[in-house]
């Protein structure tokens, strides 16, 4: 398998550098996630510690990756990620043993402390891009919350389609304009039906985000050739965070019968940090328990891993809109919830997207689609709050159904547990700008 359990003393261990010791940082010496940043005028691979990013172009130019083998000290050295996540489970361990080794506290004083030091860059100093040339991207749909409560906004009755519990549903999204945090989202225009009139062209007026998580692909599968759900993880580099902003407007015109299209693809944004699989060990549990009287999974389905298939990740989502902003209001919580509540497990997904003979890539981007809890507060959309009697309130008077332009939306994660430090995902953001043609 791919992941390594850590010993205990490695869960706990310190970095020298005094940041990635502070028990709020998303980025401890046991998450490492990978990047990719500009500094200066090119594009570099790095791993966030604390407030700090290493370069490992730097590590390996300065000979400080020099037990890696050949090929892997040249991925390291790429503008992107796409070679290393090709390379597989234990060239990424490999790395994470020499970075660990660079950063852990054991070195303070040592004459390697002095040779990474001027190695990193403040994460204030860097922009962080694309960590990776995206060559697909999927968008899936499963949280079985999200799926019967927004079911039952259009069929009360019936919420849940009969495939529902067999199939993964997904659907082919847009790689092109998936955008790294950060970047500005302007308000897309397209076809609207207004009840009982003609539709118009316009800038959509029911803007929405999705909480999600994304899935790097490390290893490709050939064309034709499935990837068993025992082999499916070892084909995942890292998670990210995924907003799939969506305009309801369109979508509610344009879905059938061939699912989403322009209300999906004019923006996804994603997380710029990847967290590496290895480093979300110590979270794992049981993949979800299917309801007493729902069917068991087809056998390509049935993992044998089932029981650490979850990851119990806590997932927000944060708003703070231009007024809000102005006034120095912090952003609001919008709603909480968790990874582990997926019906369908990060494998399965892999696996069901292989099942038919389709390649995924390295590089290839794969969304678990919106994630919802059970219970109120737990939506992971405002679709979702639509049957709220109430527009949600914000702090200086403004109320929402939908987003404004001027509202940033932010999703963070993270994992923690009693004794371990906690491991984060940083952000996911965005701003909705005015629409073009307002
Ligand atoms: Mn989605």
Redesign the pocket.
Known sequence: MSTIYLGTSQMTEKSWVASANDPGTDFPLQNLPFGVFRHGDRDRIGVAIGDRILDLDGCAQSGLLSALHEETLAACSANRLNSLMALGAAAWSAVRRQLTALLSAEQAGSETKNRVEPLLVSMRDASMQLPAAIGDYT?FYASIHHATRVGKLFRPDNPLLPNYKYVPIGYHGRASSIVVSGTEIRRPCGQIKPEGAEPVFAPSHRLDY?L?VGIFVGPANSLGEPIPIAEAEQHIFGLCLVN?W?ARDIQSWEYQPLGPFLA?DFATTISPWIVPLEALAPYRVPAFKRPEGDPAPLAYLRSPAANRDGIDLTLEVYLQSAKMQQAGAAPVMLSRGNLRDLYWSIAQLIAHHASNGCNLQAGDLL?T??ISGPGAGSEGCLLEMQHNPQPIQLPGGESRMFLEDGDQVTFRAFASREGLPRIGFGECSGTVIGAAHA
């Open positions: 968008d999705e999600e799939d969506s999906k969304a689609g919106t």
